[in-house]
């Protein structure tokens, strides 16, 4: 009977830990865990992360071939903050150093990724804990600014275009209604004659534009 029970507790035991290991092996599988595959780690420095997160894909030429592990903050000489992120790269991907690298985003409210366009200089590639110097997203406050700004200049190009056309009425009913030199000169018919037979009188006597009268004592 006690060997029945030990033979039956070890069937059990051994149905358990299979199922251990199958559970493990899916977990694994659908974490997406990186336990068997070897990589080396890179760093890129930014001013303005755009809010990446520990976790987001490294995507080379828009592949995903690693993530990134950590982001740290550190302060320059100067004061100014800046953001370091090292991210974890497969083994066999080469990443030349004068590649380019941004945080970029799927769709306009997707998930950040690290972006990283690669150069031509394979001889010289990235190794463990190399720098890579990123490019500064633009923020969301930095396009409200530019579109203010945008906005403001064709409100103001708006205003000018509407003063011309006010002033371009005016003229026009000035000469629509005879106010003016150039106004009367299309509608009153005197002025009209007066420099036609002017024009006429001096073709026919062109001495008259020479002749300077003589002044009086």
């Given at each position: 009977m006690a060997d029945k029970t030990r033979s039956l507790e070890l069937k059990v035991g051994i149905f358990v830990f299979i199922g251990l290991v199958i559970l493990t092996y899916f977990v694994l599988m659908i974490g997406d865990f990186k336990l068997m595959k070897h990589g080396y780690h890179i760093k890129t420095v930014f001013g303005f992360a755009n809010g990446i997160k520990v976790g987001?894909?490294?995507?080379?030429?828009?592949?995903?071939v690693g993530e990134v592990k950590e982001i740290r903050l550190a302060h320059e000489k100067d004061g100014a903050?800046?953001?370091?992120?090292?991210a974890w790269v497969e083994s066999e991907i080469k990443i030349p150093k004068d590649s380019r690298a941004w945080v970029n985003t799927l769709g306009l409210l997707g998930e950040k990724y690290l972006e990283v366009i690669p150069g031509k200089d394979y001889q010289n590639i990235l190794k463990e804990n190399d720098?890579?110097?990123?490019?500064d997203p633009t923020s969301v406050q930095e396009v409200t600014d530019l579109v203010k700004d945008i906005a403001l200049q064709a409100k103001a190009t708006l205003s000018?275009?509407?003063?011309?056309l006010s002033n371009t009425d005016a003229v026009l009913k000035d000469?629509?209604?005879?106010?003016?030199?150039?106004?009367?000169?299309?509608?009153?018919?005197?002025?009209?004659?007066?420099?036609?037979?002017?024009f006429?009188?001096?073709?026919?006597?062109?001495?008259k534009l020479l002749y300077r009268p003589k002044e009086a004592n």
């Amino acid at each position: 009977m006690a060997d029945k029970t030990r033979s039956l507790e070890l069937k059990v035991g051994i149905f358990v830990f299979i199922g251990l290991v199958i559970l493990t092996y899916f977990v694994l599988m659908i974490g997406d865990f990186k336990l068997m595959k070897h990589g080396y780690h890179i760093k890129t420095v930014f001013g303005f992360a755009n809010g990446i997160k520990v976790g987001a894909p490294l995507r080379l030429a828009g592949v995903d071939v690693g993530e990134v592990k950590e982001i740290r903050l550190a302060h320059e000489k100067d004061g100014a903050t800046i953001v370091f992120l090292t991210a974890w790269v497969e083994s066999e991907i080469k990443i030349p150093k004068d590649s380019r690298a941004w945080v970029n985003t799927l769709g306009l409210l997707g998930e950040k990724y690290l972006e990283v366009i690669p150069g031509k200089d394979y001889q010289n590639i990235l190794k463990e804990n190399d720098i890579l110097l990123g490019e500064d997203p633009t923020s969301v406050q930095e396009v409200t600014d530019l579109v203010k700004d945008i906005a403001l200049q064709a409100k103001a190009t708006l205003s000018n275009l509407q003063s011309t056309l006010s002033n371009t009425d005016a003229v026009l009913k000035d000469l629509h209604e005879g106010r003016g030199t150039i106004g009367k000169l299309f509608t009153d018919d005197r002025l009209y004659t007066d420099i036609e037979e002017m024009f006429a009188d001096l073709k026919k006597h062109p001495w008259k534009l020479l002749y300077r009268p003589k002044e009086a004592n």
